[in-house]
């Protein structure tokens, strides 16, 4: 099956930058879409920003303006470039891809002083 390892979370302080990657596996990479989801404690799973595998983007409204999602389907990986971090951004962020319905094992982003 498809293999989606995420890195790059960690702790930042309020107003600065994580970039975060995934990178696929046994993946024809340039066919799938792909999505950032990211979990909070007591909150549901939600999506953070999706690439087709157009290249088109979409992101919530809470992230528009501060997230990019991009990807190298060279390098079979994308990416979540996160500025002007938030608190409230605090979450486990997880790689997805379709069709298949694919999950990496997410990676933890902490926003505190």
């Known amino acids: 099956q498809v293999q989606l390892v995420e890195s790059g979370g960690g702790l930042a302080q309020p107003g600065g930058s994580l970039r975060l990657s995934c990178v696929a596996s046994?993946?024809?990479?340039?066919?799938?879409?792909m999505g950032w989801y990211r979990q909070a404690p007591g909150k549901q799973r939600e999506l953070v920003a999706s690439i087709t595998s157009s290249g088109s983007t979409n992101y919530a409204d809470s992230v528009k303006g501060r997230f990019t999602i991009s990807r190298d389907n060279a390098k079979k990986t994308v990416y979540l470039q996160m500025n002007s971090l938030k608190p409230d951004d605090t979450a486990v962020y997880y790689c997805?891809?379709?069709?298949?319905?694919?999950w990496g094992k997410g990676t933890l982003v902490t926003v505190s002083s």
């Open positions: 046994r993946i024809i990479f340039r066919l799938y879409d």
């Open positions: 997805h891809c379709a069709p298949g319905d694919y």
